[in-house]
């Protein structure tokens, strides 16, 4: 089953396009990393999944083919904002009250005794927690309505490391105990590779590269060597990244399903998830996509298939 | 596909009073992926014995909520595990370690480090080599004969080094 499944999605704002040509199909049971610089659509994207924001062009549906929004798919996600929507001048309990009343499945006994758990007390006022409180605080209450899916924006942007740790801690104790599906965007790129097993990147208002993390992190190399044969690489595989010193060439590059014997004198080595992201991100031109998303999009530009 | 364990380790999450032997830990640095430190981690408390037959490893909730990595990860780790024969995991329960490595013994051991001190090692420092070419020469050595042995090595539930190859 797909939890999010997209077809030719396409957001446009005014004359702009935000999001442009996706297409992409996430199975159920991840832990989804959403990244790209700043204005490369993810927000739009996230928004078009949780029926916050209709498509321009083509479709895109959750959990098994419903229509994103439709009412079905709202009451089986949960949707954390970046900006973390709590009423300030509300109490915890208070803030529990409204969640309930406004969500048909709502398992108030759960919240109350994750909050307990974390030592948040329900008379607080909201306004007065700590930005890890609340984030705590908007977790707790998307995890009450026992989601399928659950999805975050930016949730770690503002948390201090410990906050960082302690917030991503309570969605993986989450996750082992509900065996939800999570997709968030984060802009923490050195801390994805705990977390996350399936990485979706975006770029300019489509998608740059898509897959299991450990199929991305195994079929990509950097492969270091003398200079004159640098060519010869490049004919042999999609080439990333290419950094050249006096006598030695240096080639991020996609090796898929293997790499066969190298020239003479060239060494491969490991990527990292971090490297990997980085050098996409420095070059927009490049990417990886699995096989079947590739068939969907209408103007294939530059695939290094 | 991580439904199945943790959903079935619910069953038994108040009964929070049984400790685990062992703790995991990560270093983000080491390049090595996070489940293969794990499955490290245990091969080496097998082999030091902090983990014996009948003990429990660490629940996977627990292990998530403590390091905060991703449940899949320790259920990888944990079915390597199980794959090279030492633990097994009970539905309902968690995972138990069944089987130990083969340890050799103290005296054993001594006698070989004596023989490598006395012998080889020896030789080496009076050829003049530095501390990283004998252990750059060691490892070389070491990889020949490993590769000399081969697929000799008996189906290998009872030993296992845990060093790389289980990545498979």
């Keep these: 089953m797909s939890v999010i499944e ?3 999605l396409g957001k446009q704002y005014r004359d702009i396009w935000a999001l442009r040509d996706c297409t992409m ?42 229509p994103a929004g439709s009412l079905w798919a709202l009451e089986r996600i949960a949707f954390v904002a970046q900006d973390v929507p709590l009423y300030g001048y509300l109490s915890v309990a208070e803030m529990l009250d409204l969640a309930a009343n406004m969500n048909r499945r709502f398992d108030r006994r759960r919240s109350e005794s994750r909050l307990s758990e974390l030592g948040i007390a329900l008379g607080h006022k909201v306004g007065k927690l700590s930005g890890g409180q609340r984030a705590q605080l908007a977790l707790t209450i998307a995890f009450s309505r026992h989601p399928d899916l659950l999805v975050l924006d930016e949730p ?3 948390l201090d490391p410990l906050a960082r740790h302690d917030f991503m801690a309570s969605l993986m104790i989450a996750v082992a105990e509900d065996g939800l599906s999570v997709v968030f965007s984060s802009h923490v790129i050195s801390e994805l590779e705990r977390v996350a097993d399936y990485l979706v990147l975006l770029s300019g208002g489509r998608v740059q590269v898509m897959g299991e993390i450990s199929e991305l992190v195994a079929g990509h190399a950097t492969l270091s060597g003398p200079p004159v044969d640098a060519g010869r690489i490049a004919e042999r595989f999609a080439v990333v990244q290419s950094q050249r010193a006096g006598r030695q060439a240096q080639l991020l590059v996609r090796t898929g399903n293997g790499q066969g014997a190298l020239p003479e004198g060239w060494d491969s080595a490991e990527v990292t998830l971090e490297e990997l992201v980085l050098a996409y991100l420095r070059e927009p031109s490049a990417c990886a996509l699995p096989g079947p998303a590739l068939v969907g999009l209408p103007s294939p530009k530059g695939t290094t298939a | 596909m991580t439904v199945d364990k943790p959903s079935a380790e619910r069953g038994s999450a108040d009964s929070g009073h049984t400790v685990s032997p062992i703790n995991f830990r990560i270093d983000p640095r080491s390049g090595v992926p996070i489940y293969l430190q794990l499955v490290n981690q245990v091969n080496h408390a097998l082999r030091l014995g902090h983990l014996r037959q009948g003990d429990q490893l660490p629940r996977v909730r627990d292990v998530v909520g ?7 990860t320790v259920v990888k780790a944990y079915r390597e595990i199980e794959r090279a024969g030492y633990a097994v995991g009970r539905p309902g329960q968690g995972t138990f370690i069944v089987a130990t490595p083969r340890v050799t013994p103290a005296e054993k051991l001594n006698g070989l480090r004596r023989s490598l001190v006395r012998g080889w090692l020896s030789d080496a420092i009076a050829a003049g080599l530095d501390h990283d070419e004998i252990t750059a020469l060691f490892t070389a050595a070491l990889r020949d004969s490993e590769i000399a042995i081969g697929s000799s090595e008996p189906g290998g539930t009872a030993q296992r080094d845990g060093q790389g190859e289980a990545v498979a």
């Design chain 1, 156 to 158: 770690l942007s503002g």
């Design chain 1, 25 to 66: 199909a996430i199975p159920a049971g991840r832990i989804v990393a959403l990244v790209g610089p700043n204005g490369a659509g993810k927000t739009t994207l996230l928004h078009l999944t949780v029926g916050l924001a209709r498509a321009t062009t083509g479709s895109v549906t959750v959990l098994g083919g419903a």
């Design chain 2, 66 to 72: 403590s390091l905060s990595i991703n449940p899949n």
């Design chain 1, 6 to 8: 997209t077809s030719g």
